[in-house]
């Protein structure tokens, strides 16, 4: 029976946050878009800047910045609301049975049978299962002490029918 044993702090979730994040395919064709307008709009910035005025131009320049760092200010904003949360520091431990997955910490417990984990993504370092489209438990390799990865794969293919691989 694999068993976790991690602190629920800002820096785990932040981790989980940019796996969930690296799960999607959809980023490539996100990130693309995003290259042309920012070129675009770097264009019109030095356009702006030398032809009009030089704030619109730093503004469209910050627009630019914005667009590609916002990933950023997504996890500050995340970081700082999570320290007023009553899981922050909590350490957990969970455990994959054959029944489903089941977490203990300080102030919570919670039992999820495998009929609620819905998809599960592997990557080299970690698992995430998830409950639905937004949410996700992130269970890192590092974490693992009781049990190896491959006792993990076993119980989660043979109980969660989309299983992928996003990294080796």
Same mark, same amino acid.
């Given at each position: 029976?694999?068993?976790?044993?991690?602190?629920?702090?800002?820096? $785990?979730?932040?981790?989980?946050?940019?796996?969930?994040?690296?799960?999607?395919?959809?980023?490539?064709? &996100?990130?693309?878009?995003? &290259?042309?307008?920012?070129?675009?709009?770097?264009?019109?910035? +030095?356009? &702006?800047?030398?032809?009009?005025?030089?704030?619109? !131009?730093? $503004?469209?320049?910050?627009?630019?910045?914005?667009?590609?760092?916002?990933?950023?200010?997504?996890?500050?904003?995340?970081?700082?609301?999570? *320290?007023?949360?009553?899981?922050?520091?909590? &350490?957990?431990?969970?455990?994959? +049975?054959?029944? !489903?997955?089941?977490?203990?910490?300080?102030?919570?417990?919670?039992?999820? !049978?495998?009929?609620?984990?819905?998809?599960?993504?592997?990557?080299?370092?970690?698992?995430?299962?998830?409950?639905?489209?937004?949410?996700?438990?992130?269970?890192?390799?590092?974490?693992?002490?009781? !049990?190896? *990865?491959?006792?993990?794969?076993?119980?989660?293919?043979?109980?969660?029918?989309?299983?992928?691989?996003?990294?080796?």
């Amino acid at each position: 029976m694999p068993e976790y044993q991690f602190q629920f702090d800002e820096s $785990f979730l932040i981790e989980a946050f940019r796996k969930y994040r690296r799960q999607h395919g959809a980023r490539y064709a &996100s990130l693309a878009i995003k &290259s042309i307008a920012g070129l675009l709009l770097l264009a019109l910035a +030095t356009f &702006s800047a030398l032809q009009i005025s030089w704030p619109l !131009g730093l $503004f469209f320049a910050a627009l630019v910045l914005l667009m590609f760092n916002g990933h950023l200010l997504d996890f500050w904003m995340v970081k700082r609301r999570f *320290r007023k949360s009553p899981y922050w520091k909590d &350490s957990i431990i969970s455990k994959l +049975t054959a029944e !489903g997955l089941h977490t203990v910490g300080r102030n919570t417990e919670s039992k999820l !049978g495998w009929a609620v984990i819905t998809k599960a993504c592997s990557f080299g370092d970690g698992l995430l299962l998830f409950q639905g489209p937004g949410v996700f438990n992130w269970l890192p390799d590092d974490a693992l002490v009781d !049990g190896n *990865r491959a006792e993990v794969e076993d119980l989660v293919q043979s109980h969660v029918k989309d299983h992928r691989i996003v990294e080796q």
